[in-house]
């Protein structure tokens, strides 16, 4: 008999001599309600939602957080007749489709993963890990185990889908068999149950780190830009496995030092998001290094393909400007977007780059321009015909040393394009049919504006890419007309003015007075690699780099010193992170 029914037993045992001695029928019957009623006590499950990850060849089935699940499974009770639904999850970097039971990455490429509401696990053969079973065979078992415990008949067995058999021995015992085939001398095949595996009714039963969730409100935003190669650490893993380390980190130093100020909502967090480039810059320039590679030593010479190349890449043209395009175009869609899912963020924007990344971040921002022009497009307006001038804004001392012969060598002109090889070179080529069917030309599209592309279908990530190619090609002619020509004396750096005469006079006061004007329009002189660097939609206010090699390009460059008065034009804040036997870093301040 249950628990419960010995229970009643032991109280009716206690009841008064004269009860026990003459019972009546009433008192009887009464005892008989009490033994049924605590006998057949049902509660349904409290489920809980998990998605599947692969890795190795291998699922495994992660809980969402409690109030992730908790927000899932409001949804799915309240939306049961809704076409579809999609719940953002996990910070808002997951979005769930709740009909499609799909979990889909919102700022980065990662492949969707299954979703289940879960009731029922069974132990895995080799990890020894809870699997969640179908939502329609838990609901089956949820059936017959509600019918056992009402009637108080157990020992029932229910065949799963693929004709593996459990079975409901009681409350606590309850087995999942396999079988096994076997086959005799004479061929015949027979099954055998083999090794029973433990079932587990409810999250609550099977131990499962539930994660306890992130703040919602965000207080800072870091974009983080990657160094060479697709690996981000020594464990090969990813730049958005790293950058979850990252975020786990914050949120852990949050909860250990500021637990108060974050359980009275004084405090939000702070957000991570990965910058790639790698996928880009090798997804065209890999055949290429294929047909160059020699077969021996492959793992070797594909690993250095993969890794040290990309700093020769960097250092040509060619590839470095694919390069600062994909970085900075990638920050403004991440930036844009961020901003549309939490409209009420007031925080600040920081970036990051590790190695190889935090020399392509000091390019880009050495590149910004501080005027008030350039504030105005920081705000987040983008025109599709602006006039963009790439010059570099620096202080009037910034360079005090440069060796003789560091002039930027003049870029290629490119001759005119079709639509259908803008579209290949922007790898947006499945849109191609889009312009067709509006009778679009090069001239036509010079001529388009956000709004148009919008009107035409085309999603936020190809506009923004679109718009971008198109800014860049204009302010690429205009710079070329109004390039300021660069001369050397005796290591001292000095350089004419434009043809405008404002930018003259601005010039001439600056260096007259240089505390007076922060910035100025100056060629770039300083031996970076000939590109047009985009800028940002935004003022990052710290600039932080992990294992930098800045220094000891800056010195390759030929700059032998950095007044320390130098501040970068739209960012206030630099910190140089690293560790004291890291090889690639060096002395940025020096």
């Known amino acids: 008999r249950p628990p419960a029914v010995r229970l009643g037993r032991a109280m009716s045992a206690g009841e008064p001599h004269t009860t026990e001695a003459s019972p009546s029928l009433n008192s009887s019957n009464s005892f008989e309600a009490v033994e049924t009623d605590t006998a057949n006590k049902y509660e349904p499950v409290s489920p809980h939602w998990f998605y599947c990850k692969e890795a190795d060849s291998r ?38 489709y709740l009909k499609k039971r799909l979990r889909c990455a919102v700022y980065w490429e990662e492949e969707d993963s299954e979703v289940r509401r879960c009731t029922w696990f069974y132990k895995g053969e080799k990890d020894n890990k809870y699997i969640p079973y179908s939502e329609s065979f838990s609901e089956e078992l949820e059936e017959t185990y509600m019918i056992c415990v009402t009637l108080d008949e157990w020992k029932k067995k229910v065949e799963s889908p693929s004709r593996e058999i459990i079975i409901l021995h009681n409350p606590k015992l309850m087995v999942h068999y396999h079988p096994v085939a076997i086959t005799d001398d004479w061929g015949a095949s027979a099954t055998e149950q083999g090794r029973p595996r433990t079932v587990k009714r409810g999250v609550e039963n099977i131990c499962a780190e539930i994660p306890s969730g992130e703040p919602l409100q965000i207080d800072h935003l870091v974009f983080v830009v990657h160094g060479i190669g697709p690996a981000c650490d020594i464990r090969f893993r990813s730049l958005i496995q790293c950058v979850n380390d990252f975020r786990n980190v914050s949120l852990s130093m949050l909860q250990a030092h500021f637990k108060k100020a974050q359980e009275q ?31 021996s030593i492959n ?10 190349l990309d700093v020769f890449f960097y250092n040509s043209s060619t590839y470095c400007q694919t390069i600062v395009d994909t970085v900075a175009t990638e920050m403004n869609r991440l930036y844009l977007l961020f901003l549309q899912r939490n409209p009420d963020f007031k925080g600040g924007v920081s970036i990051a780059g ?21 504030e105005d497009n920081n705000k987040g307006k983008i025109s599709s015909n602006g006039q963009a001038d790439f010059r570099l804004h620096v202080t009037s001392d910034l360079l005090t040393e440069q060796t003789l012969g560091s002039h930027r060598p003049a870029s290629s002109e490119e001759g005119p394009r079709s639509i259908k090889g803008i579209l290949k070179e922007l790898q947006l080529s499945e849109y191609y049919s889009v312009f067709e069917r509006e009778h679009m030309d090069t001239e036509a599209l010079a001529l388009c504006t956000e709004k148009e592309l919008k009107e035409m279908g085309i999603p936020l990530g190809p506009r923004m890419k679109i718009l971008h190619y198109l800014k860049n090609k204009s302010s690429n002619q205009d710079s070329k007309r109004e390039r300021p020509a660069a001369a050397w004396e005796d290591g001292d750096v000095t350089r004419e003015a434009p043809a405008n005469p404002t930018n003259g006079d601005v ?3 600056a260096l007259a007075n240089p505390t007076k004007s922060n910035c100025q329009c100056l060629d770039v002189v300083t031996g970076q690699v000939s590109a047009n660097y985009p800028q940002l939609m935004y003022k990052p206010q710290i600039f932080f780099a992990f294992g930098s090699p800045i220094g000891m390009f800056l010195t390759v460059r030929g700059i032998k010193r950095i007044d320390p008065k130098y501040s970068l034009p739209t960012c206030k804040g630099f910190f140089h992170i690293f560790h004291p036997v890291c090889m690639s870093s060096n002395q940025s301040g020096t």
């Open 59 to 96: 699922e495994k089935w992660i809980p969402f957080s409690g109030p992730d699940s908790e927000k899932l499974e409001h949804f799915y009770q309240s939306s049961k007749d809704c076409e579809e639904l999609i719940v953002p999850t996990e910070g808002g970097r997951y979005d769930v």
């Open 265 to 295: 909502q004084q405090i939000g967090r702070v957000e991570f998001l990965p910058v790639n480039w790698h996928s880009t810059l090798h997804t065209g320039v890999d055949v290429d290094l294929e047909r160059i590679t020699l077969p």
């Open 507 to 509: 010039k001439q006061e």
């Open 354 to 374: 590790h190695s190889l990344g935090s020399l392509i971040l000091f390019d880009l921002l050495t590149n910004q321009k501080c005027t008030a022009e350039a």
């Open 299 to 308: 793992r070797l010479r594909h690993f250095i393909n993969d890794t040290i």
